[in-house]
Structures are given as structure tokens and as C-alpha cells.
């Protein structure tokens, strides 16, 4: 092969254009390539426009895959105990199942999602989690010219020194011979995962395993990953106190270049969770690994940012306006129109987001987010919401110095919700497919439900999907899995947000069990600098439906005897609890409403799963009926 063209390509250069298979944003009646995104093309067939026939073969081995060997992970957690004692873990927001949005235990337990939240045996919980602080502290991004000069000057990475070895065509052919060549490239690379995010992860790990990946892993002192590392997923476990915030990268630099030195070159740095995105980037672009820049990353995670330089990429998005005083609500209700919904510009555990009808109910929402926020506190490293110990108490709060205080105000987004779950591969996208989302539980947006094939209109499928590549591209991003969510809206398609790590909940399972492609694999071999070109089945492998019922009534649930009906029935992939019996249950009146149980079905049409899990949904929920008390 041509050393130049993959050096070029592995070294993250100059961003490559869109591929002719991706239309311009704009653009109408336009095609995306089935190899790569294949709902577009299925999409004939919810239309009513072709047959499954029509659509040719689903691709190899793809159209064998039997469910029995596809492990099905969904939400629920995993034992974090070792000897005994508990180990320290992230419970995942309930607000952002499907986005993977981890939250520590004292947030977690502020918005009432759990009674009893195990603690860490030794040290603190600020020494075992990522905080917004470490964030903040983290160093800028390096220039062009030394990232240029950087990857001259570092030695070829065993990956990449194999890759040099093989033909280009071969390599990134989208057969199965080609990934047997990828994994063959994949056996053996060091892979660094920062932080390990919450226990229902434990998946990716065991995969890496699988893939034949030597994994080392950052995380706090007690993190649920020792038990990993004594179960031999994961060949090295390295501490890091995250309570010294200012040195938090430094001390991970050093703790890499150990790793280097004692197990030999590195091949690549990632994460799977939402809060180390940040810092992963930074430690790989130190290195000269492959990796996002540090500016995608952070321009991804401020709201307000993601649509400045949409807007300036000529890209649809929601009317928005920042405001940092009163003074500022009036303009806001004038650009922005209503209804509309303000918020912080950076993620605050969800504290502070609310939806305003006119201007007079915009102006009592800034206040009360102001009020709100400045009365956060900050325990054991975590955001909580503070104590209302009345109006002249403002000070009460610690948290000015550790959140970004500044707001958003921005138009309420009505219609339909997806996920877009993407591959780039260079600049280029290589996968992507879009998976529908059921309406959430308002006030508070706790998602219910989701299914996949897409049964939204081609035309639908095409401009979200566009808008969903073209929102990554703006951004600066290169290589790995995104998980992008949006609505088709009265208007048009328009950008929830850009999450630019693989989502969680059931979206792994999704496109494995539809589309044959695992995400988790391909964000590895993204990472490690290998080319990604995953093959896709053409066609639906599977039609899913997936339901997580929330709890219609408060109370203590008696018993999780209900599921008992459904295990084991046809095209049941699982009905199990994500509650225990005897555990204190609240519904939408009382508050944020508890996740009783999660279910996934497959059926031979995603409309028929549908129908099935609203039975199953109906059935369940009756029975909740007499067993919540």
C-alpha cells in the first residue's frame, strides 16, 4: 500500500470532504449510500414504495446472525461488588438513558431516583468522579503545527506498523475478509480507556476482551473496574484521585507514559463516558494518538457554541439567544418566540431547564433558575440541588465557582424525536441509522420507548439524517461513534444535540440486532487508527421494539413477580426489573417517575413489535396496579 495516503489518513490531518454519497444539507430529493446507511434505503419499504424483496440479499453472514449470539446488554447495572464491599459506580441519569449520560450518586439521589445509593467503602466520592472542575482546569488544545510536529517525530504505533503491511483496498473493504483483516489489526493493540463510566458498561469491556484488545484503564481509586481486573477483562486497573483537580491531567500523562513504558507502545486512548470525553482527547492529542480535537469536543458540550457554528455552517437550527442578566429576557422573548425553554448553556444534572409559554413566564423561569442554580450545592464533588431556606438566603449555594452559570433561551422543539447513531472514518461518515423515540414523561422528559427500523417517511429520514452528518462535520470531528439526537419538527429537521460518544441504554443493542453493525468495535478500531468500514446488512436483520416502564403510581413495589409471563416468549429478548422488590417507587405527580423495568421484542415487522410492547406495556401496568402499595 501507499505509506503516504495512510500515514496522511492515520496522522488526522486535513479534514477529508464529504463523500459525493452525502448530499449538501439543503439538499432535496437527495441520496444517502445504502452501504452506509441503510434505513434510507428500508425506508421504500415503510413507505410502501418497494418490497423487502427488492432490496437484495442482507450481505454474507449478516443475514444468519442468530440472535442467541448476540449478548443483549440494555440498562440494567452489574454487580460492583468484590469481596464484599461496594465499589464506587456512576448511575445513569435517568433523564438520558439513551444519550448515556452518567451522573454521580448524590445527584442521582437529589433527583430521587434512588433511596439507598451504595457509598464507596474508603476515600471520598470526590476522589472517585469526574467533576465539571476537572473540566474546566483542563488545558487548551494543541495548534496544528504542533500536532503536525508531534506525530512526525513519535514512533509508528504496532497498529498502524501492521497496517502499512496490507493492501489499502483490502483493508477497507466493506466484506467480511476486510474486517477479519481489521480485527487481525485490532488483536493485541493497547487500548487506554479513561474513567469507565457506570457498571452497565461492563459490555464494552468485555468486548474489547473479546476483540483480543490489551485494556488498561484510568478511573477513580475505588471504581467498580477492580473487579474487572481481577476477573481478567481488563489487564491493568490505574488509580487516579480526582480530588486534586488542577493536577488531574498532569498525574493521567504521567500514569499513560507508565503504562507505555511497562506494557509497551500504545495504539490508542478513548472512553465510553460522557464526562471524560474532554480529558480522553486531550491525553490522546498530548500523544499523538487518533482522536477528536479537543475544540470539537468542548464546542459539542456548550450548547450555545453547537449552534453558533451551525448557524455559520448554513445548517437549520432552533432560534436561540444567551442570556446573562434580566436585562437580557426581553431580547431572548423577542428572537427567540414561544413557546421556549431555558437553560444552562453546559449540563447541569438537569437542574435549572424549563419551558416558558409567554415573556412574563420566561422572566419568573430566569429567576428561578437563578435562584435555583445559586443555591447548588456542591457535596463530595457532585451537584445537588440546595435547600430553599427562604428568599434572602442567595449565598447558600457553593457551586458559582464550579458551574457555568450563563443560560440559553431557545425555541421548544415539537414532533418527532430520533437518534442518529453515526460512524466516522476520516472526516467521512461510514454508518449511520436512525432509531425512532417515543414520547417522554413531561414535565421531567423521562424517556419511555424506542424503535428500530425508522418507521418515520423517507423524505423525513433523509433531511434528519443529513442534518445529523452535516452537524458532526461542522463541528470538527473526524473519527469514532456519535450519537446524535433530533427532531423533525413542524419545520423541518433540527439539532437536539451532538453527543460525541456512543449512546447507552439500548442503543448499542439496536444496531447490532437491526443492522449487524457493533458500535462498540468500530469506535475501538476508530480509536486505534484502523480504517472503518463496517459491512452492513441491507436490510433489517431483525425489527425491534424496545419499552422501559415508568411507575404510574407512588408507593413500595411488592414484588417483580410480573415479568415471570413474559421471559422466554417468543422474540422476548428481555423483561426484567431495574428495581428491586420493596423499593420505594414515585410517579410523575410526585415527581421525577421511577423506571420500574425495561423490555425489547423482536417481531418480523417493527410495526407489529410495536403493537406487541404496548400490549406488554398495557398488561404490566395494570398489574402495577395492586402491587405498588
Excluded at 443555591?375 to 445537588?384: C, D, P, Q
Amino acid at each position: 500500500m501507499k505509506k503516504s495516503a495512510l500515514s496522511a489518513a492515520l496522522a488526522g490531518g486535513t479534514p477529508a470532504p464529504a463523500p459525493a454519497s452525502v448530499a449538501p444539507a439543503q439538499g432535496k430529493g437527495t441520496f444517502l449510500d445504502p452501504s452506509a446507511f441503510p434505513c434510507i434505503e428500508y425506508a421504500d419499504v415503510i413507505d410502501g414504495v418497494k418490497t423487502v424483496d427488492e432490496l437484495g440479499a442482507a450481505g454474507e453472514q449478516l443475514a444468519n446472525l442468530d440472535i442467541a449470539d448476540v449478548p443483549i446488554v440494555g440498562s440494567a447495572p452489574t454487580n460492583v461488588l468484590l469481596n464484599g464491599v461496594t465499589l464506587a459506580d456512576y448511575p445513569l441519569d435517568p433523564r438520558r438513558r439513551r444519550a448515556g449520560k452518567e451522573t454521580t450518586p448524590d445527584v442521582a439521589a437529589s433527583l430521587g431516583t434512588y433511596d439507598s445509593v451504595p457509598q464507596p467503602p474508603v476515600g471520598s466520592l470526590q476522589s472517585n468522579y469526574l467533576s465539571k472542575a476537572i473540566i474546566g482546569s483542563l488545558p487548551k488544545g494543541l495548534t496544528n503545527e504542533d500536532k503536525m510536529r508531534l506525530i512526525q517525530a513519535l514512533p509508528m504505533s504496532p497498529s498502524r506498523a501492521l497496517l502499512e503491511q496490507m493492501s489499502v483496498d483490502a483493508v477497507n473493504s466493506r466484506t467480511t475478509d476486510g474486517r477479519s483483516l481489521r480485527r487481525q489489526v485490532l488483536k493485541g493493540a493497547v487500548m487506554v480507556f479513561v474513567t469507565a463510566g457506570y457498571s452497565g458498561k461492563r459490555f464494552i469491556f468485555e468486548k474489547a476482551k473479546e476483540l483480543g484488545l490489551r485494556t488498561v484503564v484510568l478511573d477513580g481509586p475505588d471504581s467498580w473496574v477492580r473487579l474487572l481486573e481481577k476477573e481478567g477483562i481488563v489487564e491493568k486497573f490505574v488509580p487516579i484521585d480526582f480530588t486534586d483537580v488542577d493536577t488531574v491531567f498532569d498525574r493521567c500523562l504521567q500514569a499513560i507514559k507508565e503504562v507505555r513504558s511497562t506494557i509497551g507502545g500504545l495504539d490508542g486512548i478513548t472512553t465510553f463516558c460522557e464526562m471524560a470525553v474532554p480529558l480522553a482527547s486531550r491525553l490522546a492529542e498530548k500523544l499523538g494518538l487518533p482522536c477528536n480535537s479537543p475544540e470539537a469536543v468542548d464546542n459539542a458540550r456548550d450548547k450555545h457554541a453547537t449552534r453558533e457554528i451551525m448557524g455559520k455552517a448554513g445548517l437549520p437550527t432552533p432560534r436561540h439567544y444567551k442570556v446573562v442578566s434580566e436585562a437580557d429576557v426581553a431580547k431572548a422573548a423577542a428572537h427567540v418566540g414561544f413557546p421556549a425553554v431555558i437553560k444552562p448553556i453546559s449540563g447541569a444534572a438537569s437542574i435549572g431547564v424549563i419551558r416558558a409559554n409567554n415573556e412574563e413566564d420566561l422572566l419568573k423561569a430566569f429567576r428561578k433558575v437563578q435562584h435555583d442554580m445559586s443555591r447548588a450545592r456542591i457535596v463530595a464533588g457532585a451537584l445537588v440541588e440546595g435547600d430553599d431556606e427562604g428568599s434572602d438566603n442567595v449565598a447558600s449555594g457553593n457551586a458559582g465557582g464550579w458551574i457555568q452559570l450563563e443560560l440559553m433561551v431557545e425555541e421548544y422543539l415539537d414532533g418527532h424525536e430520533v437518534d442518529c447513531d453515526l460512524i466516522f472514518d476520516n472526516g467521512r461518515p461510514v454508518y449511520g441509522a436512525i432509531t425512532d423515540n417515543w414520547p417522554t414523561v413531561e414535565p421531567y422528559f423521562n424517556e419511555t420507548g424506542s424503535n428500530c427500523p425508522s418507521v418515520l417517511p423517507k423524505a423525513h429520514q433523509v433531511e434528519l439524517m443529513e442534518l445529523a452528518v452535516r452537524s458532526v462535520q461542522s463541528l470538527g470531528f473526524r473519527l469514532g461513534v456519535f450519537h446524535v439526537e433530533c427532531k423533525y419538527t413542524s419545520r423541518g429537521a433540527r439539532l437536539i444535540e451532538v453527543n460525541c460518544r456512543m449512546g447507552g441504554g439500548p442503543v448499542r443493542d439496536t444496531n447490532l440486532l437491526v443492522w449487524g453493525v457493533d458500535l462498540v468495535e468500530e469506535h475501538l478500531m476508530a480509536c486505534a487508527g484502523i480504517p472503518v468500514r463496517p459491512p452492513v446488512a441491507r436490510k433489517p436483520l431483525k425489527q425491534m421494539a424496545e419499552y422501559t416502564i415508568n411507575a404510574q403510581k407512588t408507593g413500595i413495589l411488592k414484588h417483580v413477580d410480573f415479568l415471570e409471563r413474559y421471559k422466554g416468549g417468543e422474540g422476548v429478548l428481555y423483561a426484567r426489573p431495574l428495581v428491586a422488590a420493596g423499593a420505594k417507587c414515585h410517579c410523575v405527580a410526585d415527581g421525577l417517575p421511577t423506571w420500574l423495568c425495561e423490555l425489547m421484542v423482536v417481531r418480523p415487522d417493527v410495526r407489529e413489535a410495536i403493537a406487541v410492547i404496548k400490549g406488554m406495556e398495557a398488561e404490566i401496568n395494570k398489574e402495577l396496579e395492586s402491587i405498588i402499595v
